[in-house]
């Protein structure tokens, strides 16, 4: 049954076809009947006036607008050729529904005139011999309702298509307009990372500026100090070379800086002054290391410094009262993992999401954005009794 459905759904015009057949086969029917009934014969423009009715209803979809004025044109050919009302007839009360849908509205108001006024022209053409001026007030009552109920239908049918029409509308902006702002927040983000990034690079390279001078003075006073000197270039250069790796695809924005203002950017070992600084704030947090500590590479401890600061400002500004944290700094054979928790009542998820916080950083986004630079992971949602976690993992060696 779904597929016949589904059948007819997309294809409407057999469905009027259809019907627009049976209409024509019932109007004979009852005019063969009629005619045996009144023991005389029908005129002879019954039959164009069927075929004429049928034609409405089986280009109604296609043509409303062209249908009602036909179907208006026919039924005033009956009341002008004394063509009595025939089964054929309830294609008007089709077309007034059909056109009070989806026609225009100028075709809506025609159809609820013509509507109104098909039942008492009809009463008045040929009344009811027999029956009392009340009664055929009474019948013209009774047969006018069906239009008007038509109409109706059909207009709440299109104001409620109308109303659908601009959620969808105004969804699929919405959609448009969160998927333009992400994309904004990405690329502020990438074009802060690679600022911090610049700033990492140059600092190595000034290193190793400094080293290189330094072994050409002593290389031949002290070989062994040269030796350490350019041990410690090859190293730098390295790890300076990971960091361009990291920063290639990535979109930088026009700011320029001066040579004065490289300076090495936030690493683990400032952690701890940012979660002092936390609880100076107000802001109850339990910091913890275990592992070794060890060096790291300057984009991992940079991503590590911005992610707990990142994760602390959202726990004091969206955690609630009361609210408090905890870091986990834990040091592995090949990684560095982050475990921040806070146990306020938290953000909504979409607000990570969307990037909402206020700030330097854009929510999960951001987040995610630090960690995919240096080939981590990232973990982040709400805890089972209530606050947030946010986990990471960062590998010591630079994702090929």
């Not at 049954?1 to 019932?26: K, S, T």
């Not at 690679?194 to 140059?202: M, S």
């Not at 630090?370 to 606050?387: E, H, N, Q, S, Y």
Request: proline content about 5%.
């Amino acid at each position: 049954m779904q597929r016949l459905y589904d059948f007819l759904r997309r294809h409407p015009a057999w469905v009027d076809g259809f019907w627009a057949v049976v209409l024509f086969g019932i109007s004979v029917i009852g005019g063969a009947s009629m005619e045996e009934a009144r023991g005389t014969e029908l005129p002879a423009l019954v039959v164009p006036v069927m075929l004429l009715l049928s034609v409405v209803v089986a280009l109604r979809r296609r043509m409303p607008e062209r249908m009602l004025v036909l179907g208006v044109a026919v039924g005033a050919g009956q009341l002008v050729t004394d063509v009595a009302p025939l089964p054929a007839d309830f294609a008007l009360l089709v077309i007034v529904y059909t056109v009070a849908a989806v026609g225009a509205r100028w075709a809506s108001r025609l159809a609820l005139t013509a509507g109104l006024c098909a039942a008492p022209l009809a009463q008045v053409r040929w009344p009811d011999e027999g029956t009392s001026a009340a009664g055929n007030i009474a019948i013209m009552i009774f047969q006018t309702v069906p239009f008007a109920l038509a109409w109706v239908l059909g207009d709440s049918i299109r104001t409620r298509r109308a109303y659908f029409a601009q959620l969808e509308e105004r969804a699929a902006r919405l959609e448009k307009e969160r998927e333009a702002q992400a994309k904004v927040a990405v690329a502020a983000e990438r074009a802060r990372i690679a600022r911090e990034l610049h700033d990492v690079v140059a600092h190595n390279v000034s290193v190793m500026v400094v080293q290189a001078d330094g072994a050409a003075y002593v290389l031949d006073a002290a070989p062994d100090q040269a030796k350490k000197a350019l041990e410690t270039i090859s190293s730098t250069g390295r790890q300076a070379l990971a960091e361009m790796r990291r920063l290639l695809g990535v979109l930088r924005t026009g700011e320029h800086q001066e040579a004065g203002e490289y300076v090495p950017q936030p690493d683990v070992q400032q952690i701890e002054d940012l979660v002092e600084q936390c609880r100076e704030s107000g802001l109850p947090v339990d910091f913890r290391v275990e592992g070794t500590p060890r060096a790291l590479p300057s984009g991992v401890e940079l991503t590590a410094y911005r992610i707990v600061q990142e994760a602390l400002t959202n726990t004091r500004k969206h955690g609630g009262p009361n609210a408090g944290a905890s870091v986990r700094l834990v040091y592995f054979d090949d990684g560095l993992g982050l475990l921040v928790e806070d146990d306020g009542k938290g953000a909504p998820h979409e607000l990570y999401e969307e990037g909402g916080f206020d700030g330097q950083g854009h929510g999960l986004i951001g987040m995610r954005e630090r960690v995919g630079m240096v080939g981590g992971t990232l973990d982040a949602g709400p805890r089972p009794g209530g606050g947030f976690r946010i986990s990471v993992l960062l590998p010591l060696k630079p994702a090929h």
